[in-house]
């Protein structure tokens, strides 16, 4: 009697998982896969101006107090800079040899340092690197979106993605003879950049003995953009 009932159990549940496998099962026919991507021009709104302080000598001893020290008079000026966010760079101590003969004999040294920084203010941070430069070298610029402006305009994005995903769901299944349609599954994905803003202006030192000149500082756009992509059931 016991292995009956437990038959008898078995055969129930091989039935009740069989008729939920047929509720899942879509013609393919009916499955349509679309995509939709969107996209804005931004105006990246941090700079970044990388400086860098390298001296050349003898003995090395002396050329990393140097170093170190023209490096802590720049972040002190930096401090005081409201808006600017200073940063240490790289930093390395390499041997010269001499690039006669075997190259094997040393004949002095190089410590170079960098300091980084950024700030949405560009008229204070061209201001600090044009006083800063007339003792480090400008050694690279350039733009970054900051995350508060990626996730305001990542939200957006968004939100014209989801439009547009749908937009198109409803075409493709009208044009496809459908009267309409439901989502099976989507994907929503992060917001990408193409492309890169204008280069900042880098000059060589510009100071003068009376007067420090800024240095020129404009972003131009790039562009941000987005993918909704996911699958659709059909209905007739």
Same mark, same amino acid.
């Not at 003792?135 to 305001?152: C, D, H, K, N, V």
């Given at each position: 009697?016991?292995?009956?009932?437990?038959?008898?159990?078995?055969?129930?549940?091989?039935?009740?998982?069989?008729?939920?496998?047929?509720?899942?099962?879509?013609?393919?026919?009916?499955?349509?896969?679309?995509?939709?991507?969107?996209?804005?021009?931004?105006?990246?709104?941090?700079?970044?101006?990388?400086?860098?302080?390298?001296?050349?000598?003898?003995?090395?001893?002396?050329?990393?107090?140097?170093?170190?020290?023209?490096?802590?008079?720049?972040?002190?000026?930096?401090?005081?800079?409201?808006?600017?966010?200073?940063?240490?760079?790289?930093?390395?101590?390499?041997?010269?040899?001499?690039?006669?003969?075997?190259?094997?004999?040393?004949?002095?040294?190089?410590?170079?340092?960098?300091?980084?920084?950024?700030?949405?203010?560009?008229?204070?941070?061209?201001?600090?690197?044009?006083?800063?430069?007339?003792?480090?070298?400008?050694?690279?610029?350039?733009?970054?979106?900051?995350?508060?402006?990626?996730?305001?305009?990542?939200?957006?994005?968004?939100?014209?993605?989801?439009?547009?995903?749908?937009?198109?769901?409803?075409?493709?299944?009208?044009?496809?003879?459908?009267?309409?349609?439901?989502?099976?599954?989507?994907?929503?994905?992060?917001?990408?950049?193409?492309?890169?803003? =204008?280069?900042?202006?880098?000059?060589?030192?510009?100071?003068?003995?009376?007067?420090?000149?800024?240095?020129?500082?404009?972003?131009?756009?790039?562009?941000?953009?987005?993918?909704?992509?996911?699958?659709?059931?059909? =209905?007739?």
């Amino acid at each position: 009697m016991n292995a009956l009932r437990r038959t008898l159990f078995l055969s129930i549940a091989l039935l009740a998982v069989d008729a939920r496998a047929d509720d899942r099962v879509v013609p393919l026919a009916d499955v349509l896969r679309i995509e939709a991507t969107v996209a804005s021009e931004v105006a990246p709104d941090l700079a970044v101006v990388t400086l860098a302080i390298v001296r050349e000598g003898g003995d090395v001893a002396p050329l990393t107090r140097d170093v170190n020290e023209t490096l802590a008079r720049a972040f002190a000026d930096a401090k005081g800079v409201p808006g600017v966010i200073a940063a240490n760079g790289g930093y390395s101590t390499f041997p010269r040899f001499d690039s006669r003969g075997s190259g094997s004999t040393r004949t002095g040294w190089q410590v170079r340092a960098e300091m980084i920084l950024k700030s949405k203010d560009f008229d204070a941070l061209g201001a600090l690197v044009g006083k800063l430069s007339q003792t480090l070298q400008i050694s690279g610029s350039s733009f970054e979106i900051s995350p508060e402006l990626r996730a305001q305009e990542g939200s957006s994005l968004i939100d014209r993605g989801a439009r547009a995903f749908q937009d198109r769901a409803l075409a493709a299944t009208r044009a496809f003879g459908y009267a309409g349609y439901s989502i099976r599954e989507v994907q929503v994905g992060s917001p990408g950049q193409s492309g890169g803003g =204008r280069p900042m202006v880098v000059m060589d030192a510009v100071a003068s003995s009376r007067s420090v000149a800024p240095l020129p500082v404009e972003s131009g756009r790039v562009t941000l953009s987005l993918t909704v992509s996911g699958s659709l059931l059909m =209905r007739r």
